[in-house]
C-alpha cells in the first residue's frame, strides 16, 4: 500500500529536550513538507523539501530544523529553541509543486511533560 | 485579516442534507484550489482539486470556484454521518512554489 507513514504517533518531550519526528513516503513523490497544526490556527507550514539534499524554510521554522537524504525521508527535529511544541505535526508528500494536492500522513502528536 | 477565511462552524446538518461549504480569499494569485476532509486526530484527506475557475463534480461531492468574486465551495450531496469531519480549503499561486495556504477547517456534524 502506497503511503505516508509517520511515527511515532504520540511523543512527550522534557524540557531542554531536542526530538525527532519520522516521516517516511513510498509513493516515489519529489517534495515533502511539515506543517504545523494547532486548535484554530489551520495548518502552518514548517519547512519543504523539492529534491534530495535541498530544503526550505516555511513560515514557522524557527526552533525546527530538518534533512533530506534521501527521496523517502524527511525527519524533522524540534529543538530545544522552540518554546512552545506541543502541536499536532503532519507531514505531507506531492508530485512536482503540489499543484493537483498535497497527500498527508496521520500525523505525530508532541506533548511537553 | 487572513488570506484566507472559513467559518469554523460546527455546522449541523441532517442526514440525507446538502450541505455547502466555503471559502472566502484576498490573493488574486490563487489559481490552484484544494477541498481535504480531516477525521478527529487523523491526518487531511485530499477530496478535491481544481485549478482556476469552475465546477468539478466527484461522487457526492461538488467543487465550485469564482474567482471574480474570490469565493470556493464544496456541495456535499446527500449527507452521511460518515461525512462528519472538519473541511479545509487551500490554495496556491501559479509560480508559488510548493506553498498551499490552508483556511482554519470548518466542523461539520451529519446527524442521523
Known amino acids: 500500500d502506497g503511503g505516508i507513514t509517520q511515527s511515532p504517533k504520540y511523543l512527550f518531550r522534557k524540557e531542554g529536550q531536542n526530538v525527532t519526528l519520522s516521516c517516511e513516503q513510498n509513493l516515489n513523490h519529489d517534495a515533502m513538507y511539515w506543517y504545523r497544526q494547532d486548535p484554530g490556527q489551520g495548518l502552518r507550514l514548517i519547512y519543504y523539501?523539492?529534491?534530495?539534499?535541498?530544503?526550505q524554510k516555511g513560515d514557522i521554522a524557527e526552533g525546527y530544523s530538518v534533512s533530506r537524504e534521501k527521496k523517502e525521508s524527511f525527519p524533522l527535529t524540534v529543538t530545544s529553541a522552540q518554546k512552545n511544541p506541543t502541536a499536532f505535526y503532519l507531514c505531507?508528500?506531492?508530485?512536482?509543486?503540489?499543484?493537483?494536492?498535497?497527500?498527508f500522513g496521520a500525523g505525530t502528536r508532541l506533548s511537553v511533560l | 485579516q487572513k488570506e484566507v477565511e472559513q467559518d469554523p462552524g460546527p455546522l449541523s446538518v441532517p442526514e440525507g442534507a446538502i450541505v455547502s461549504l466555503n471559502c472566502t480569499y484576498s490573493?488574486?494569485?490563487?489559481?490552484?484550489f484544494m477541498w481535504y476532509r480531516q477525521y478527529s486526530r487523523k491526518g487531511p484527506e485530499l477530496l478535491m482539486y481544481?485549478?482556476?475557475?469552475g465546477n468539478k463534480e466527484d461522487g457526492r461531492f461538488t467543487a465550485q470556484v469564482d474567482k471574480s468574486s474570490k469565493y470556493i465551495s464544496l456541495f456535499i450531496r446527500d449527507s452521511q454521518p460518515s461525512d462528519s469531519a472538519t473541511y479545509l480549503c487551500?490554495?496556491?499561486?501559479?509560480?508559488?512554489?510548493?506553498?498551499?495556504?490552508f483556511g482554519t477547517g470548518t466542523q461539520l456534524k451529519v446527524e442521523l
Open positions: 523539501s523539492q529534491i534530495v539534499n535541498d530544503f
Open positions: 490573493n488574486s494569485a490563487f489559481q490552484y
Open positions: 487551500a490554495m496556491s499561486a501559479k509560480g508559488g512554489g510548493n506553498k498551499l495556504t
Open positions: 505531507a508528500s506531492s508530485i512536482g509543486s503540489g499543484t493537483t494536492g498535497q497527500y
Open positions: 481544481t485549478y482556476s475557475s
